[in-house]
């Protein structure tokens, strides 16, 4: 990558990258990495259908797993006790948020707190605690979230190590005495994982890799969710806006994941252009949401578009087709809990927003501090006469 393409990219990536659709006759854009992305919303609507492109295994996983329908039973399980466990974290939510400081910094301040509330359901608190330390330690220690410096991620590889090590023997204690039911993901991770087909250790690297996969999409878009609605709600007084518009308009103005890469299966050609087995391709939910074919003012943030009927393209925050994320309802479900605790009967203010996107483990929010003023209360104490 070319030193001026370095700086446009990390001055504004979503910028660069939609300057690079712009320029491109054929629906097809190479990045400068090497690359391929779908940047015309059409063709990747039929990339997507494409039944052939979708064979074999998901990249998700990578060799984790023996089969796809081993990853399909643990995206499934992982989905079903996540789904089950919404009252959990709607509880912890409401003791969390009422412990966050008037003022805070974000991502950080929300990285915390979805994984404060995720932190049960990830690992029961029968867990052994030395196990769970561990896990707390790689949500701020950059093995959940992208560590920015060399040093750190040398530091997070030996945290990522010692927490699979004790994951590891955590799931051969849990093999030899099974629970009843799933007390949390590990839990619900090992009823579709044969112990003759999966490692004790496969299953350990598992849930650290759902680990991330749950934190931090969640947090990043919950970040989005209340930048975005603050820069676009400046007056004094509560949103206009019910909580799911926000979310729904925040996962396609700024989709946390900016481009679903898959390798190639075969050779097919697309929009004029050959690809060949084992390239990598990608579609962009980004480009895709911001097509002024498939979308009216796409490059504006407007929640209400969602209960307007027909002002919705083809949405893929959460990919399309067979390899759909598995829990994109539950995970939409969260985030319109946690952006409706955080809005209920309290203002929200941003200052040093900034609504360019920083590439971390994808599209995130620059930092900024998020103020939340309580609402006066719409009755007073009551005065009697004497």
């Known amino acids: 990558m070319r030193t001026g393409d370095k700086r446009r990219f990390r001055r504004d990536p979503l910028e660069y990258i939609d300057s690079l659709r712009r320029r491109s006759t054929t ?7 090497g690359e391929y992305c779908v940047s015309d919303a059409d063709l990747a609507r039929t990339l997507l259908r494409d039944p052939e492109f979708h064979t074999g295994m998901s990249d998700f996983f990578g060799e984790l797993l023996p089969s796809r329908g081993a990853q399909v039973a643990v995206g499934h399980a992982v989905r079903d006790f996540l789904r089950a466990g919404v009252p ?34 990830l690992l029961h608190p029968a867990t052994p605690a030395a196990t769970r330390r561990l896990s707390d330690l790689a949500a701020r220690g950059g093995v959940v979230f992208h560590a920015p410096q060399m040093w750190q991620r040398v530091r997070a590889e030996v945290l990522r190590a010692r927490l699979v090590a004790a994951l590891t023997e955590q799931v051969r204690q849990r093999r030899k005495h099974p629970a009843g039911q799933a007390r949390d993901v590990l839990d619900a991770m090992l009823g579709a994982c044969p112990p003759a087909q999966v490692s004790d250790r496969t299953v350990a690297e598992l849930h650290v890799m759902m680990h991330r996969a749950i934190v931090v999409p969640l947090s990043a878009s919950l970040a989005w969710s209340v930048l975005l609605g603050c820069l676009h709600h400046t007056a004094d007084s509560p949103w206009p806006w019910p909580a799911d ?13 900016w481009a679903l890469a898959r390798t190639v299966p075969h050779s097919l050609e697309l929009g004029g ?29 407007r929640p209400e578009r969602w209960q307007e009927p027909g002002d919705h393209g083809c949405f893929i925050t959460f990919g399309a087709g067979p390899f759909t994320c598995a829990g994109a309802a539950v995970a939409q479900t969260l985030l319109v809990e946690s952006l ?35 609402m006066p209360s719409k009755t007073g104490p009551e005065t009697g006469r004497r």
């Open 27 to 33: 629906g097809i854009i190479q990045l400068p990495w």
């Open 88 to 121: 959990q974290y709607r509880a912890e939510l409401a003791r969390a948020v009422t412990e966050l400081a008037p003022a805070s910094r974000w991502p950080e301040s929300g990285n915390r707190l979805v994984h404060r509330c995720v932190a049960d359901l």
């Open 245 to 257: 518009q926000v979310v729904r308009e925040a996962l396609r103005h700024r989709p946390m994941p």
């Open 273 to 301: 252009v050959a690809f060949q087995a084992g390239d990598l391709l990608s579609v962009s939910p980004y480009l895709t949401h911001h097509d002024e074919h498939q979308w009216s003012d796409p490059e504006v943030f």
């Open 340 to 374: 409706t605790a955080l809005t209920g009967d309290t203002c929200l203010s941003v200052t040093g927003g900034d609504s360019r996107a920083a590439m971390a483990e994808g599209n995130v929010p620059r930092p900024f501090t998020l103020c939340r003023t309580p």
